[in-house]
């Protein structure tokens, strides 16, 4: 099996050089390219397409936005956050990105060989002492999200949810609320818009999650 090539984009010269003797040490991979700035990670994706790239957040430039850019390039490099920000926005914000890994400078280097080796499987590796409060984060923005679109329902459209909850079909609906079957349909419409639901089934499901509450993503791995 071929090496695997790694890019590095980190502004500190001796940590980049670390990293090289750890990729080296590990063996299986190969290092393919270099950057210093956020504005180096699309060049690179694009001309040299490497396995995976390793990216500090704290450099000159819109980092987050390049991790964007480069996966719309070359969407099977996987993406390793690795940085001293222990700020749960930052690593929201490079996850939302396309980032398959966020490692913490000054973990056990051991760690970074588990989020590049966890980003090749198609998952996503979170350094394990910053993972409870992640989780936390995440699962308060969830419920932040799920606030905001339930307290834009009317009191006609709970309603309606709650009758889709109990299995209701839309003529149903319609008796039980004195309404004609075609306006159902129009508050129907609504929900879709409102729920960013396709059909009647993902209508179901948004609200499930607006009546259960928050739902932590399973993308987190933990040794």
């Not at 980049?16 to 040490?25: D, N, P, Q, T």
């Not at 991979?29 to 956020?38: D, N, Q, S």
């Not at 060049?43 to 390793?54: G, L, N, Q, V, Y």
């Not at 690593?91 to 400078?105: F, M, N, P, S, T």
Request: proline share 4%; glycine share 6%; net charge positive.
């Amino acid at each position: 099996m071929p090496d695997l090539s790694v890019a590095i984009v980190d502004d500190h010269p001796m940590l980049m050089e670390g990293i090289a003797v750890l990729l080296k040490r590990w063996g299986g991979f190969m290092l393919a390219a270099t950057g210093t700035v956020a504005d180096h990670i699309v060049p690179i994706a694009r001309t040299h397409r490497p396995d995976e790239m390793i990216v500090d957040l704290s450099m000159a430039g819109d980092v987050f936005q390049a991790i964007a850019d480069a996966l719309k390039i070359a969407p099977e490099t996987k993406i390793v956050v690795f940085t001293a920000s222990a700020s749960t926005e930052d690593a929201i914000r490079a996850l939302d990105a396309g980032a398959k890994g966020y490692v913490l400078k000054g973990s056990p280097g051991e760690d970074l060989f588990q989020a590049l080796q966890a980003a090749q499987r198609g998952d996503v590796y979170v350094t394990p002492s910053f993972a409870t409060k992640l989780i936390c984060a995440l699962k308060e923005k969830t419920l932040e999200r799920q606030k905001a679109v339930s307290n834009r329902l009317s009191v006609r459209e709970q309603q309606i949810v709650n009758l889709l909850l109990l299995g209701k079909m839309n003529n149903e609906i319609a008796r039980e609320l004195s309404l004609s079957a075609k306006t159902v349909k129009g508050y129907m419409t609504n929900l879709m818009a409102k729920l960013n639901a396709r059909n009647r089934l993902e209508v179901v499901l948004a609200a499930q999650r607006l009546t259960a509450g928050a739902n932590t993503p399973a993308v987190i791995r933990r040794p």
